[in-house]
């Protein structure tokens, strides 16, 4: 695995947090031309968006905003009921043109810088596994990034975030509603805002990040299924970190 390269340059977008306690980790590609376009808009004071890091596809890190300030990356936001989640979690932006200008893969320099600087993070702060998310997590009817390319598992293989092994079955099959009921609070648990009449949406977020070969929304079989193992890790990560207290 490389080292990590970390460069400065300070955004002047970043504010007061308001809470002392710092627990969440949100993953975001920058949707932009180059890596350049995104670390100008992201220092430019009239945007009013920020992120405390970015990292480009050659592995380099920006260090943009200090930890202890809230940066302006997660905008309207929710996750396990949760809002205004700016003031409690940390942003990392990384380089990449996304479904607008090109999206790609993510390169294996720029994942290792990543995995390099969540370590680093997750140092310094008490980030649960089950609070490092996408942003299109916590933002589904908005975003969709870092989107299906993405590697969760290779993140979580070094011990970041969460990504239980796929299982086989339900693939393509139909649900009744009472399968269907527990695969909405399957949802909710794992911590997706749900809209009661749209809950395609969170869905579909859910579905980039646990199941990226197809993403379309619909709440068949396979999906179920994914639902049921991802709540069941994230409730044994929950449950260790609570008799860890």
Known sequence: MTLLSLRERS???HAERGLPRIDMLVLHYTGMESAKAALDRLCDPAARVSAHYLVDEDGTVWRLVPE???????????WQGETDLN???IGIEIVNPGHEWGYRPFPRAQMEALVLLSREI??????PPDRIVAHSDIAPDRKADPGELFDWAFLAAAGIGIWPPPATGGRGRGIGAVERAAALADLAAIGYCIDPHDPAVALTAFQRRFRPERWDGRLDGETAVRLAEVRAAYDAARQRRRTLR
């Not at 202890?68 to 929710?78: K, L, P, T, V, Y």
């Not at 997750?122 to 980030?127: D, E």
Request: charged share 20%; proline share 9%; hydrophobic share 35%.
């Open 11 to 13: 955004s002047p977008n």
């Open 68 to 78: 202890a300030r809230r940066a302006f990356h997660a905008g309207i936001s929710c």
């Open 87 to 89: 003031r409690v979690s």
């Open 122 to 127: 997750l140092r310094r702060h008490p980030i």
